[in-house]
């Protein structure tokens, strides 16, 4: 009997749930078919927390169900659609805006220009969806999650910092930390060294630069420790530097800093205090890392309080000096803004700085290594640029520039168009407020309560991104999908028709500069957006732009890269092929990596490469021995 009642209790909950499901997958498509908008039917939300867990488990399933019930539909189960894809879907649906409906969710894809100039422009109709965002807020409010008045306050506190000053403590740093990376991957005898994870390197690389730049804080590598020309002048940062933790300290700046940032999805779980206590050991150690990382950051901001009253200014500008400088809080009645504030604020610069940057410089020299004709460019460039001159003299005013006017340059854009860090950008429309939007002279309603995506598919529209006469697939790869970077040399693809958007307060907008050099192939508004656009674009890109180049002029002045062939030939079989047995040995391993990309990258933050790497070889110039282009 009590079976029976338990049993009949579950079906009446299951059936309710149907029954539900069945009615707000019913009233969502009825608001999607009343927008306009093409729409695709989804039997879950792709981007909602239970699919993005367990989807591994579910499409290998869903992959036996017969090809002829296997449409767009089960393509868009993918997370990673956009990025593996790419325009495919948008041309499937003959539009380059279209939701995708579910009981649960509306999201929108959007890859047309203009639309996206639409939404980013307009900040008060399309704002952030903020509760992706307050797990951000580990140790105070910021710039990142907050919308509305909080955000202008965050922005215009931040802002300033993000000057010339900053960007040449950006320069300084990366020649530093650029050199060091060297000195870790140096060539042995031969003159190459395979190196067998890079991205791990380049991780640390942009870890340690923000740290410079960021707190001017120069962190000491662990191969460089107890060699003395790493130091500092004024040893006031001595304490935060090496692997001994300073007093007061279980773990040591350098490890505090990287255990909390590489695994910052674990901070989702809990505060310090429950990660401590988890049975976990990464945990246990993010928990700690979290704890320390904030004891650090207080230690520092007394520091830098006391410089900036006392006005030193012995280094330059790091962006926490400027932060404390700006925010007024040396006199506390004079201002509103909070300690929290600036140590939020300090933490999701490090946090967005970072993983951004290394995976930039990681892919570059992974698409570099497959396409030796650009790498050649890229040198004479870089030469061109530094005329031999050695590293010490290298000035930041003279050399930056050169570099964003060229090849260097044209890297960069390239690779963030193909491997775009952040790769669907998120907006949303508020419930109960749907908004007008027009695409190619028609009127739509985006509904309210729409979570939308900029998908980074609009990088590979070829709309706007044509290609040259007879190469429109090349290795069968569309052109717009391929890593081409002297497309951005071609100054007469030009757009006349470019306006930039009226800001209503360009104090909001920060000194970040353009994406792109005036020089340069200029992409219509809004088709390029790797560092999104309008209000809410990345206050950090001029940063990030000055650290990509800067690496690019010490490794490339020096170095070439290419793919590591280990797998399939030794350096001895290597060294008796022909140019057609390299190539051939070559291509095997170009072909694996062109995969790796596309299959096997996925996004936590950003966009990575998961359980693989791509072992690439650095070479002394003038040794390389792999001279191809996929
Ligand atoms: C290649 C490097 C980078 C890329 C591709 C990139 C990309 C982006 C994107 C797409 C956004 C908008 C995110 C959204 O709307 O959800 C963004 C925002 C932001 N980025 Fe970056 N970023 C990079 C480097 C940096 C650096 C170096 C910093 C700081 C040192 C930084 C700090 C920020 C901050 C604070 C925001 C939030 C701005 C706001 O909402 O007002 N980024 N970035």
């Not at 779980?269 to 990464?282: D, H, R």
């Not at 690779?415 to 949303?428: A, D, E, G, S």
């Amino acid at each position: 009997m009590a079976y029976l009642f338990v049993w009949s209790a579950i079906a009446c909950v299951l059936l309710y749930q149907g029954l539900t499901t069945y009615q707000r997958f019913r009233r969502n498509i009825a608001i999607a078919k009343a927008s306009g908008i093409a729409h695709v039917v989804l039997p879950v939300h792709v981007f909602g927390v239970p699919w993005l867990a367990t989807y591994y488990l579910w499409i290998p399933i869903l992959n036996k169900l017969p090809p002829s019930l296997r449409g767009l539909w089960f393509e868009l189960l993918d997370p990673e659609w956009a990025h593996r894809l790419g325009h495919g879907p948008f041309e499937r649906m003959g539009s380059d805006v279209f939701l995708t409906v579910s009981a649960s969710t509306i999201m929108a894809f959007v890859a047309d220009a203009d639309v996206v100039t639409q939404i980013t422009t307009r900040r008060n109709d399309f704002p952030k969806p903020l509760k992706m965002y307050t797990r951000l807020d580990l140790y105070g409010k910021n710039l990142v999650s907050t919308e509305g008045a909080d955000w202008r306050m965050h922005r215009k506190l931040t802002a300033p910092s993000f000057g010339e000053r900053n960007n040449e403590l950006v320069f300084t740093e990366t020649l530093h930390h650029t050199n060091a990376l060297l000195r870790m991957w140096k060539p042995d005898q031969n003159h190459s060294r395979t190196l067998t994870d890079p991205g791990n390197d380049t991780m640390t690389w942009a870890l340690y630069i923000i740290s410079g730049a960021g707190f001017d804080i120069r962190v000491t590598w662990p191969h460089d420790e107890g060699k003395s020309e790493v130091d500092k002048s004024d040893g006031a940062d001595n304490g935060f530097t090496g692997s001994r933790p300073p007093p007061g300290h279980s773990m040591n700046y350098r490890e505090a800093l990287s255990e909390l940032l590489h695994n910052i999805m674990w901070t989702f779980i809990g505060p310090a205090s429950v990660l401590t206590k988890s049975p976990i050991k990464v945990h246990r150690k993010v928990g700690q890392a979290m704890s320390e990382w904030g004891n650090y950051m207080d230690e520092i901001f007394q520091l830098k309080k006391n410089q900036v009253s006392s006005g030193q200014d012995a280094h330059g500008m790091d962006l926490f000096r400027a932060l404390i400088r700006n925010s007024g809080i040396l006199d506390e009645s004079q201002t509103t803004i909070q300690k929290s504030d600036l140590l939020g604020n300090a933490f999701v610069l490090m946090l967005a700085g970072h993983e951004t940057t290394a995976n930039a410089l990681h892919y570059s020299l992974i698409f570099l290594a497959m396409r030796w004709s650009s790498q050649k460019k890229l040198q004479d460039d870089v030469d061109e640029v530094i005329q031999g001159r050695p590293i010490a003299d290298w000035k930041y005013e003279e050399t930056f520039q050169k570099l964003f006017n060229g090849m260097p340059a044209a890297v960069m854009n390239e690779t963030l168009r193909i491997m775009t860090p952040i790769n669907n950008i998120p907006k949303t429309t508020a419930s109960g407020r749907p908004q007008q939007f027009s695409m190619r002279g028609e009127q739509y309603t985006m509904p309210g309560g729409t979570q939308i995506s900029l998908s980074c598919a609009i990088h590979k529209n070829p709309r706007y991104w044509p290609a040259p006469p007879g190469e429109e697939v090349v290795n069968g790869i569309p052109d717009a999908q391929r890593f081409r970077p002297e497309r951005w040399l071609n100054k007469s693809q030009t757009v006349d028709s470019f306006t930039d958007v009226a800001y209503d307060d360009e104090e909001l907008r920060g000194p970040s500069g353009e994406d792109t050099s005036s020089s340069l192939f200029k992409p219509v508004k809004g088709s390029y957006i790797p560092f999104s656009d309008g209000f809410r674009s990345c206050i950090g890109r001029r940063f990030a732009q000055v650290e990509l180049l800067t690496a690019f002029a010490v490794i490339f002045t020096q170095y070439s890269v290419e793919l590591a062939v280990d797998e399939w030939a030794s350096d001895v079989e290597v060294e008796a092929m022909d140019e057609a047995g390299r190539e051939a040995v070559w291509r095997k391993a170009a072909d694996r990596a062109w995969w790796l990309l596309e299959k096997k990258t996925a996004s936590i933050i950003t966009l990575q490469l998961r359980g693989h790497t791509i072992p690439i070889r650095l070479v002394k110039r003038g040794e390389e021995k792999l001279k191809f282009d996929y």
